[in-house]
């Protein structure tokens, strides 16, 4: 009997050692604990070698589940950082930082626990503050193979700092990838964790392997059924427009993929029946992961330093925000094979109707301006059609229209738009073919505002602001114009990709702002160990 009971111990102490195992290297690190709205968040994350997307989301959620703000990240050599400019409105409390992958969102997802005081708020009004109980937390094995040497206990305003931070050679051979190293205020009386949350409920989705993926559903709004065999449209406008389509199949749905676009992008997705009367309605696939699982809190006293930390920050912040200094720059990535052409092809003749004498319609512009080009409006029922040059008569059908890029049916949008309207005509008088498309002729009209304000949206055109992936970011560095204005950085050093080597060199200023600081090396082995090194200072 007794050995039964030891096996069976020993059977669950070994389920239970394999499931914290389940995901060795998986970690999300933050610049810091404690935020001030308005702040710019830095985040740093590693994802387990066996990951089969390009794409790792990370956003931020209060502690009801209600999603803040997030964004989607590039994974490179297993590793991703990024940032997230934490909301004004932002209330005072705990907040949840969480990092996923959206077909997998719902089996494991990292969260990580950080404090934001809003700037506006007054700092003795909050007197607890709901910490998270303690889940399935997140290791990380302070190492004593990386010394950081150079360091005083002490450190005045505005002074010099240099740290040489040297690591074991054999070490060395065993960490993967880059190493964080950050210099910033830290509060030894809020240490927030990260802990990792798993599920085998989930549903695998769509690995984004290549980029983001869009998603949704056409419906018939008669039927309230999948509309199938409907071509989707999604137009990014630009100078040279992005353009996708997708023809549904018997579900409805269609798919999109973001593979070369970094940063916030406006968009357009639109559908058309196949007969003149069919109603139809898009609905888009939330971008980002619902709430899930929510770990639970526990409350506790604010201690008087943290609070009187908090002070010293919100001033800091708000002075920060007067003198206008910044926190970070953007560093637009190096886009490599770029279009020459839209996607409809080099143009036949390109018109500046700016050029010529102001005309008030359209009507006049094709008449006057548009070679090969026939716009009538007999009875408010306009028609566009275009010459064929190599057969030398007109299309029978309408030409593919465009505004921006965006494919337009609706004549009488451009009806009224005068040469002051009009930044350039693109004109192909000849079949053209994308994919399975067929366009008899092609009409661009690319505007003087590109804010293409006369699309309205309905259920079968949707104007969306896309956040595609992030672009990367640096720290600004310091740049204080006259010495009688205070550095107010609480990070002075933030580098999520320094390459492993014997010996590692930070250099920086530290501010103006007092209080405790931490310089702080952390990275993972490649056997998936999370591990840091840090030492502690003081700014007086």
């Known amino acids: 009997m007794k050995k039964i009971i030891i096996i069976l111990l020993f059977l669950i102490l070994y389920s239970v050692a394999a499931n914290a195992q389940k995901t060795p290297g998986f970690g999300l690190f933050t610049d810091r604990d404690i935020y001030v709205s308005g702040e710019t968040l830095l985040a740093k994350i590693y994802i387990p070698e066996a990951n089969s997307s390009r794409i790792i989301y990370l956003d931020l959620v209060n502690r009801y589940g209600t999603r803040i703000s997030g964004v989607p990240l590039e994974i490179r050599n297993s590793q991703a950082d990024g940032f997230l400019i934490l909301p004004d409105s932002l209330s005072t409390g705990n907040y949840l930082l969480r990092t996923y992958q959206k077909h997998n969102a719902g089996k494991q997802m990292v969260m990580r626990e950080i404090w934001i005081s809003n700037r506006f708020d007054e700092p003795g009004k909050t007197?607890?503050?709901?910490?998270?109980?303690?889940?399935?937390?997140?290791?990380?094995?302070?190492?004593?193979?990386?010394?950081?040497?150079?360091?005083?206990?002490?450190?005045?305003?505005?002074?010099?700092?240099?740290?040489?931070?040297?690591?074991?050679?054999?070490?060395?051979?065993?960490?993967?990838?880059?190493?964080?190293?950050?210099?910033?205020?830290?509060?030894?009386?809020?240490?927030?964790?990260?802990?990792?949350?798993?599920?085998?409920?989930?549903?695998?989705?769509?690995?984004?392997?290549?980029?983001?993926?869009?998603?949704?559903?056409?419906?018939?709004?008669?039927?309230?059924?999948?509309?199938?065999?409907?071509?989707?449209?999604?137009?990014?406008?630009?100078?040279?427009?992005?353009?996708?389509?997708?023809?549904?199949?018997?579900?409805?749905?269609?798919?999109?993929?973001?593979?070369?676009?970094?940063?916030?992008?406006?968009?357009?997705?639109?559908?058309?029946?196949?007969?003149?009367?069919?109603?139809?309605?898009?609905?888009?696939?939330?971008?980002?992961?619902?709430?899930?699982?929510?770990?639970?809190?526990?409350?506790?006293?604010?201690?008087?330093?943290?609070?009187?930390?908090?002070?010293?920050?919100?001033?800091?912040?708000?002075?920060?925000?007067?003198?206008?200094?910044?926190?970070?720059?953007?560093?637009?990535?190096?886009?490599?094979?770029?279009?020459?052409?839209?996607?409809?092809?080099?143009?036949?003749?390109?018109?500046?109707?700016?050029?010529?004498?102001?005309?008030?319609?359209?009507?006049?512009?094709?008449?006057?301006?548009?070679?090969?080009?026939?716009?009538?409006?007999?009875?408010?029922?306009?028609?566009?059609?275009?010459?064929?040059?190599?057969?030398?008569?007109?299309?029978?059908?309408?030409?593919?229209?465009?505004?921006?890029?965006?494919?337009?049916?609706?004549?009488?949008?451009?009806?009224?738009?005068?040469?002051?309207?009009?930044?350039?005509?693109?004109?192909?008088?000849?079949?053209?073919?994308?994919?399975?498309?067929?366009f008899p002729g092609v009409v661009a009209i690319y505007t003087t505002k590109s804010d293409y304000p006369m699309l309205s949206e309905s259920d079968q055109l949707i104007r969306l602001t896309l956040e595609t992936i992030q672009e990367t970011v640096s720290l600004a560095e310091t740049n204080i114009p006259e010495p009688n204005i205070p550095d107010l950085r609480q990070v002075v050093y933030w580098n999520p990709k320094v390459k492993p080597a014997e010996n590692i060199s930070v250099k920086c200023s530290i501010s103006s702002v007092q209080g405790l600081y931490k310089i702080i090396v952390r990275g993972k082995l490649k056997d998936g160990t999370l591990f840091f090194s840090e030492k502690q200072f003081e700014v007086k």
Request: one cysteine or more; a negative charge; aromatic letters at 10%.
């Open 127 to 438: 007197i607890e503050m709901n910490r998270v109980e303690n889940l399935n937390k997140i290791q990380e094995k302070e190492s004593n193979q990386i010394s950081i040497e150079g360091i005083e206990q002490q450190y005045q305003i505005n002074q010099p700092f240099g740290s040489n931070i040297k690591i074991n050679p054999t070490f060395l051979n065993e960490i993967d990838g880059e190493l964080i190293v950050s210099v910033a205020q830290t509060d030894p009386s809020f240490a927030a964790d990260a802990f990792l949350l798993q599920s085998d409920s989930g549903n695998d989705g769509m690995p984004e392997k290549r980029g983001i993926i869009l998603s949704g559903i056409v419906t018939d709004k008669k039927t309230n059924e999948a509309a199938t065999n409907i071509t989707v449209y999604l137009t990014i406008p630009d100078t040279v427009p992005g353009f996708q389509y997708y023809n549904t199949k018997k579900d409805g749905r269609f798919y999109f993929l973001l593979d070369k676009y970094y940063g916030s992008v406006e968009a357009v997705i639109q559908c058309f029946g196949n007969t003149p009367d069919q109603r139809l309605k898009i609905s888009l696939d939330d971008l980002f992961a619902a709430a899930g699982e929510l770990p639970e809190f526990r409350q506790e006293p604010i201690q008087e330093t943290f609070r009187n930390n908090t002070v010293r920050n919100i001033d800091a912040v708000t002075f920060q925000k007067v003198f206008a200094q910044k926190q970070i720059i953007l560093n637009a990535p190096v886009l490599t094979n770029q279009k020459t052409y839209p996607y409809y092809g080099k143009a036949t003749e390109t018109v500046d109707p700016q050029l010529f004498i102001d005309l008030p319609d359209f009507t006049e512009i094709s008449r006057e301006l548009l070679p090969g080009v026939k716009f009538r409006n007999y009875n408010n029922e306009p028609t566009l059609q275009v010459l064929n040059s190599q057969l030398r008569y007109f299309f029978e059908e309408a030409p593919l229209l465009l505004i921006d890029g965006i494919p337009i049916r609706d004549l009488n949008v451009i009806k009224d738009m005068g040469t002051s309207d009009i930044d350039r005509v693109d004109i192909c008088r000849s079949e053209r073919f994308y994919g399975d498309l067929r």
